[in-house]
Every structure is written in C-alpha cells, then in structure tokens.
C-alpha cells in the first residue's frame, strides 16, 4: 500500500524584483508552520514580504484543493521548501558623459513554495 504524501506546491516566475532581495526574505520563514510564516510576514518591513506571503498562501490552497477530504488548516501545514531563482535579466542602456552608455540590469526571480502537512514526530516548538 502506497502512503500519500500530503505537499503541494505553488510558483511565481517573473517577478520584477531581484532574487537577492527575495531570499533576505524566504530565509526568515523556510522551515516554519505556514500560520506563522504569514504572520511573521505581515510585520516584516521588506517591500518582497507581500510577494513571499502570497506565494504561500497559493501553496496552502493548493494542498486544500488537491486534499479536500483532509482537514487542512495553516496550522497544520509547513513550508517544507521555499527558494528562489533568477529570472531573465532585462539589459537597458543609460546614457553617461562623453556619448558613453552604462548598462542597467533590471533583474527578475521566480518563487517556489512547497507547504506540507506537519507530521507528529516533526512538531518542534522554539
């Protein structure tokens, strides 16, 4: 008999901000009980934490329509994965002095959230 795995997953690609200022972010809430993680995210003064916590909210949606029989609150659920990737790098020209041109590099990223149910065994309170 095959035992289900209770995780589902939810990813925002292109997003027009750097992946080096989304991670300050996924850093703060990778490992922890998703009811927290929001929490945590709604007080944090970073301009991603909106972005990270609407990612996750799509993942823990995402597990309640792929286990509608299941009971699946935020407090039962964990991120169990988040990172992020680089996305395509958009390259635009400014001019400088003397006819030259600096090049500006306006980044992107994609979000990746995986939400799975806490088990038993894995409960640990800080």
Do not use: C, W
Request: charged share 35%; no cysteine; aromatic share 4%.
């Amino acid at each position: 008999m095959e035992t289900q795995k209770f995780e589902a997953r939810a990813v925002q690609r292109h997003l027009r901000k750097p992946a080096r200022k989304i991670r300050l972010v996924a850093d703060l809430v990778r490992g922890e009980r998703v009811d927290r993680a929001l929490k945590q995210l709604e007080f944090t003064k970073k301009g991603t934490a909106y972005d990270v916590a609407k990612v996750i909210k799509s993942a823990s949606a995402n597990i309640r329509d792929k286990f509608e029989e299941e009971r699946l609150d935020n407090e039962l659920l964990y991120i169990k994965e988040i990172y992020v990737d680089e996305g395509v790098t958009l390259k635009r020209i400014q001019p400088a002095p003397m006819g030259r041109a600096h090049r500006i590099n306006k980044r992107s990223s994609h979000i990746t959230v995986v939400v799975a149910k806490q088990e038993d065994e894995i409960v640990t309170e800080a």
